[in-house]
């Protein structure tokens, strides 16, 4: 079985700032990792995901994630970010069964 | 393409009630999915389906919650005698079973509230 922690519950960021929102995950077989955002009153939309390759990953909105296999870690970053990515963020794992398993979310707040 | 649909958004119902709801995948999506999301979490799976083939489902999905997907289209999730510990969101998503890996796509959610 897999799990996920997000070690960032709430991170408050102000406009044109960089984030970073932090996951790892443990699993005994290889996985796949995914960021999904979820704005107020919607559902989740998939940011970016981690098959196999390049360990930088680049999704859409300008964020990107890099995968850390020793470390255990797929952490997402935006170098400048606009008060419309005030969202929950969630990060995901899943192995070949296709079922995902999820972090809690980290609350990203973006302030001007 | 007008994305996973999910009806009821809302449902309010009292403690020991059933109640159902309904998710629309997109349109020739193959596989469909059920998950639960509580206060303060992430989504947890519930159960799957294959076409109209349910293939898992997770020890969440007590023997009051029962899904289908009659025809491989749509699907219902059923929760008999409602309890106050079943208020969540309950999500769906579906994906189109083709690729390395397909991207679940999920619908908007119907958050119920049992009192």
């Known amino acids: 079985a897999q799990s996920v922690t997000q070690l960032d519950s709430q991170v408050p960021v102000f406009e044109e700032a960089p984030v970073e929102l932090r996951c790892n995950y443990s699993?005994?077989?290889?996985?796949?990792l995914f960021w999904y955002v979820q704005y107020p009153n919607q559902g989740l939309q998939l940011l970016l995901k981690?098959?196999?390759?390049?360990?930088l990953v680049k999704g859409i909105n300008g964020f990107e994630a890099e995968f850390n296999k020793s470390q255990t870690s797929f952490h997402l970053r935006k170098p400048s970010v606009h008060i419309s990515d005030t969202a929950e963020y969630f990060c995901?794992?899943?192995?070949?069964?296709?079922?995902?398993?999820f972090g809690a979310g980290t609350t990203v707040t973006v302030r001007a | 393409d007008t994305g996973v649909s999910q009806d009821p958004r809302h449902k309010i119902t009292k403690r020991g009630q059933n109640v159902t709801f309904r998710c629309d995948p997109i349109?020739?999506?193959?596989?469909l999915y059920w998950y639960r999301q509580t206060l303060g979490q992430g989504p947890e799976f519930l159960t799957y389906?294959?076409?109209?083939?349910?293939?898992?489902k997770s020890r969440l999905l007590s023997d009051r919650f029962s899904a289908e997907r009659p025809k491989g289209s749509f699907s219902t999730l059923e929760i008999q005698r409602t309890e106050q510990g079943d208020s969540a969101m309950y999500l769906c998503?579906?994906?189109?079973?083709?690729?390395?890996?397909?991207?679940?796509?999920f619908g908007p959610g119907t958050r119920l509230l049992v009192l």
């Open positions: 995901a794992v899943s192995n070949f069964d296709y079922k995902l398993s």
């Open positions: 349109s020739e999506h193959n596989r």
């Open positions: 998503a579906s994906s189109s079973g083709q690729g390395e890996w397909e991207t679940q796509y």
């Open positions: 981690y098959l196999s390759g390049s360990t």
């Open positions: 699993s005994s077989v290889s996985v796949y």
């Open positions: 389906f294959q076409n109209e083939a349910q293939l898992e």
